[in-house]
């Protein structure tokens, strides 16, 4: 691995994406950032941590070219620069492969934090996608970041999982941002979707993105090629601004959900 | 007639505004790390307590357990009506009815105590545990 130019000697920021909940969108949004941070010239490592049920690989269209993983890295069976593989569409972007046959507590906290810090020194960024549940894999995934990403659909179930692991989180004292994703306006708009105001009130965390629900993400992860490249996709462009709240641009967080239909209107002129 | 109209332009008529009450109710009981049993008694007694010396809307009366910052925030909401003009005596048997009524609604639906003998038991058992820890 070339160190690029680009790279200042700053250490990387280390994000951990996790949710609790499973199938919220965590390794989506993993990739698509990752893919979009390195758009924006940031160079970029994206870490599997969900050991046993590795995904990251095939979503980046990368799955040709894992020989190994982070599992390898922690036992010494290589060096860091040996196991991550770089993008074909970026080059400042670098997956860190989970592995697919070990269990998820066959690497200890210590490991993966020592294996993390030598990749800190490579790259401006370093995000990692977490395996569902808040055990092993859950811990082994927070130990090396300072911040983190709460990815949660505005469904009862998926808020009340992200709500249990702010709360873990910030027992480690990371504050985490959250990312509100497969909302559907239309159905906040008739009032049978939680709107992500009433996300953040009851989560009470600051909100750093919305993905609707697009079926460009599905399509995307069919061709291995994350959504951001697709930017007249919404989830495109959603992502892609969260990538640049990431990186301190002020980019305001609008939010479709108001209701302008003339049947609100009327009903607010007849005061109900 | 009115409340078709009313449903169909009023936000609040979806099922969103069912899960947000369900979530802030099982976010309480999480946070806190209180059982059923336990939040039912503990909004009794806090019921109980203000009653003494206000009259409260009690519809709206509400708890919340939130974050805020790194700190954890208890917030009681209880909409004065009036200052009650006497105190009202901490007597179990002249307890609020209307206090009760609701406490009962809340327990059904979690499945919990129904009868007023069931729920008496239930206060002891938080009292003994408390008591234990
Ligand atoms: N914004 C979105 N719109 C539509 N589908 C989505 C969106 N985000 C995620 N998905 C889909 O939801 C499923 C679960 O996503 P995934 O990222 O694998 O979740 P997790 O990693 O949290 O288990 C995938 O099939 C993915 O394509
Ligand atoms: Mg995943």
């Given amino acids: ?272 | 007639m009115l409340r078709v109209l009313k449903n169909l332009f009023s936000k609040e008529s979806g099922s969103k505004t069912q899960a947000k009450n369900r979530l802030q109710f099982v976010l309480v009981q999480d946070r806190a790390g209180l059982n059923n049993e336990e939040l039912a008694s503990f909004r009794k007694e806090l019921l109980n307590v203000i009653e003494k010396y206000f009259i409260v809307k009690e519809g709206d009366f509400g708890i919340d357990y939130k974050r805020d910052g790194n700190t954890t925030k208890l917030t009681i909401k209880s909409p004065v009506v009036a200052k009650r003009t006497v105190v009202k005596q901490d007597d179990k048997s002249s307890n609020n009815s209307y206090s009760q009524e609701k406490l009962e609604i809340r327990s059904k639906n979690d499945s919990a105590s129904s009868s007023d003998s069931n729920k008496n038991e239930n206060s002891k058992n938080f009292k003994n545990k408390k008591a234990a820890n």
């Fill in chain 1, 1 to 272: 691995m070339s160190v690029g130019n680009t790279k200042t000697t700053k250490l990387a920021d280390v994000y951990v994406v996790t949710s609790g909940k499973g199938g919220v969108g965590k390794t989506t949004t993993t990739a698509s950032i990752g893919a979009a941070l390195a758009i924006k010239g940031k160079r970029t490592l994206v870490v599997d941590a969900d050991i046993g049920l590795r995904n990251l690989d095939v979503i980046l269209g990368l799955e040709s070219r894992v020989v190994f993983n982070i599992v390898d890295v922690a036992k010494k069976v290589c060096k860091p620069n040996q196991a991550t593989i770089k993008s074909k569409k970026s080059p400042n972007l670098y997956l860190l492969p989970a592995s697919q046959t070990d269990d998820k507590d066959v690497i200890t906290e210590e490991e993966v934090k020592d294996t993390l810090e030598w990749y800190r020194r490579e790259f401006d960024f370093i995000l990692i996608d977490s395996p569902a549940g808040i055990e092993q894999g859950f811990k082994n995934a927070c130990v090396a970041a300072s911040n983190a990403l709460v990815v949660t659909t505005p469904e009862i179930s998926a808020i009340r999982d992200a709500d249990r692991v702010i709360g873990l989180l910030s027992a480690r004292s990371i504050e985490p941002k959250l990312i509100v994703n497969r909302i559907d306006f239309n159905m906040v708009r008739r009032g049978d979707m939680l709107s992500v105001t009433d996300v953040e009130d009851i989560l009470g965390i600051e909100t750093v993105g919305i993905v609707e629900r697009d079926e460009h993400v599905i399509v995307s992860a069919n061709c291995g090629d994350p959504v951001v490249y697709n930017q007249k996709s919404k989830a495109g462009s959603a992502f892609m601004r969260i990538a640049s709240r990431l990186c301190g641009e002020n980019i305001p967080i609008v939010s479709k959900e108001k209701s302008n239909s003339i049947f609100t209107k009327l009903g607010k002129c007849l005061g109900f």
